[in-house]
């Protein structure tokens, strides 16, 4: 006797489940029922913007994507470092140092610093003008300090 | 009813006119071999009718374009036979089950499932098979239980013959040997 042969001696072929009664009767109709529902669920959304739900996730992701880009966008600006001068003025703010101790500062230096300007000038000429210029004197240096005023169109 | 053949009822099928009344009589005619070929593998007869819907909605959705290279049994078998596994293998991801314990959880059903009526012998079968792995499970059932030819089982699991019947050897001998340690 083969061993296949003795598991079915043993224990036969019989399968030892059951269904509920009526249900090879009912399960046409109910399989039916579902294509049906999901046939007229996918006419309607066809006929109510279909792309919309075709290219659902991948609105969804670029969505995401956008808010992330606003969010980052906004976390930039808000944590950025802020100039103490007025925003307006950082482009042509100029600072030079003349002299790195009083004792050796001579006028001839800060004359010739004024003449040989260094600074690029976004501002045409005539606007050059109407520069307020500093000078400052402190304990160890000088400093020339140029401010422009805020010049209206 | 069940007198058209798989051919008459494909070209029902492919008329508008006749395509429901065809895919009708398609169900009564296969629905109770599959049914029963669904249950074996996931056990619960709840989740055996979760499954039988969602092969024939598939059925429905790819019969159309059934191009008749293999038989219509075979092809709604290996439907059938892939949606039984994919239900498994979600019932794993789902409850982050490894798979020895799918195969503890199909005993239970076994114990516990309202629709199971057989005799001792006929349960311990059952858990013997449940101790298979998946594939010889299934390649087991169906020469067993449904006595399928070899070549159509190779058709349907996309398997070698050779590789069946070792399949079955191998599944027939753990088997026979679970039985007779009892």
Same mark, same amino acid.
């Given at each position: 006797?083969?061993?296949?042969?003795?598991?079915?001696?043993?224990?036969?072929?019989?399968?030892?489940?059951?269904?509920?009664d009526?249900?090879?009767?009912?399960?046409?109709a109910?399989i039916?029922?579902?294509?049906?529902?999901e /046939?007229?669920?996918s006419?309607t959304?066809t006929?109510?913007g279909?792309? !919309?739900?075709?290219f659902?996730?991948?609105?969804?992701f670029?969505?995401g994507?956008?808010f992330m880009?606003?969010?980052?966008?906004f976390g930039?600006?808000?944590?950025?470092p !802020?100039?103490?001068?007025n925003?307006?003025?950082?482009? /042509?703010?100029? !600072?030079?140092i003349?002299?790195?101790s009083?004792?050796?500062?001579?006028?001839?230096d800060l004359?010739?610093?004024?003449? +040989?300007?260094?600074?690029?000038? /976004?501002i045409?000429?005539?606007?050059?003008?109407?520069y307020?210029r500093y000078?400052?004197?402190?304990? +160890?240096?000088? /400093?020339?300090?140029d401010?422009?005023?805020?010049?209206?169109? | 009813?069940n007198s058209? %053949?798989?051919?008459?009822?494909?070209?029902m099928?492919?008329?508008c006119?006749?395509?429901?009344? &065809?895919?009708?009589?398609?169900?009564?005619?296969?629905?109770? =071999?599959?049914?029963?070929?669904? =249950?074996k593998i996931?056990i %619960? #007869?709840?989740?055996?009718?979760?499954?039988?819907q969602?092969?024939?909605?598939?059925?429905w959705g790819?019969?159309?374009?059934?191009?008749e290279? $293999?038989?219509l049994?075979?092809?709604l078998? =290996?439907? &059938?036979?892939?949606?039984?596994?994919?239900?498994? @293998?979600? @019932? *794993?991801? *789902?409850?982050?089950?490894p798979?020895?314990?799918?195969?503890q959880?199909?005993?239970?059903?076994?114990? $516990?499932?309202?629709?199971i009526?057989?005799?001792?012998?006929?349960?311990?079968?059952?858990? &013997?098979i449940?101790?298979?792995?998946?594939?010889? =499970?299934?390649?087991?059932?169906?020469?067993?239980?449904?006595?399928?030819?070899y070549?159509?089982? %190779?058709?349907?699991?996309?398997?070698?013959?050779?590789?069946?019947?070792a399949?079955f #050897?191998? &599944?027939?001998?753990?088997?026979?040997k679970?039985?007779?340690?009892?």
């Amino acid at each position: 006797m083969s061993e296949k042969e003795k598991i079915e001696f043993k224990a036969g072929r019989e399968l030892p489940f059951s269904v509920p009664d009526g249900y090879f009767d009912n399960l046409p109709a109910k399989i039916q029922a579902r294509i049906q529902a999901e /046939t007229s669920a996918s006419e309607t959304v066809t006929e109510n913007g279909g792309w !919309v739900v075709t290219f659902r996730s991948q609105l969804a992701f670029a969505a995401g994507f956008a808010f992330m880009a606003v969010i980052a966008y906004f976390g930039y600006y808000l944590s950025r470092p !802020v100039s103490q001068h007025n925003s307006r003025h950082v482009g /042509t703010d100029y !600072v030079e140092i003349v002299s790195r101790s009083i004792s050796d500062f001579e006028d001839i230096d800060l004359y010739r610093s004024i003449e +040989n300007r260094k600074k690029q000038d /976004t501002i045409n000429e005539a606007t050059r003008e109407m520069y307020h210029r500093y000078y400052i004197r402190s304990n +160890n240096c000088i /400093t020339i300090i140029d401010e422009k005023k805020e010049i209206q169109p | 009813m069940n007198s058209y %053949s798989d051919r008459e009822l494909l070209e029902m099928f492919r008329n508008c006119e006749t395509k429901n009344y &065809a895919f009708n009589l398609l169900m009564r005619k296969y629905q109770e =071999r599959l049914y029963w070929h669904i =249950r074996k593998i996931v056990i %619960s #007869h709840d989740d055996t009718d979760d499954v039988i819907q969602n092969t024939f909605l598939k059925v429905w959705g790819g019969l159309e374009s059934f191009r008749e290279d $293999s038989q219509l049994f075979t092809w709604l078998y =290996r439907i &059938a036979t892939n949606e039984a596994l994919t239900f498994l @293998k979600k @019932k *794993k991801t *789902k409850f982050l089950l490894p798979l020895v314990d799918v195969e503890q959880q199909l005993c239970k059903t076994l114990e $516990s499932d309202p629709h199971i009526d057989g005799d001792e012998l006929q349960i311990k079968l059952q858990q &013997a098979i449940l101790k298979l792995p998946e594939k010889q =499970r299934i390649v087991f059932n169906m020469k067993y239980y449904d006595e399928m030819k070899y070549e159509d089982m %190779s058709d349907v699991l996309g398997t070698s013959v050779g590789a069946l019947k070792a399949s079955f #050897h191998h &599944a027939v001998k753990k088997i026979e040997k679970f039985l007779e340690e009892d």
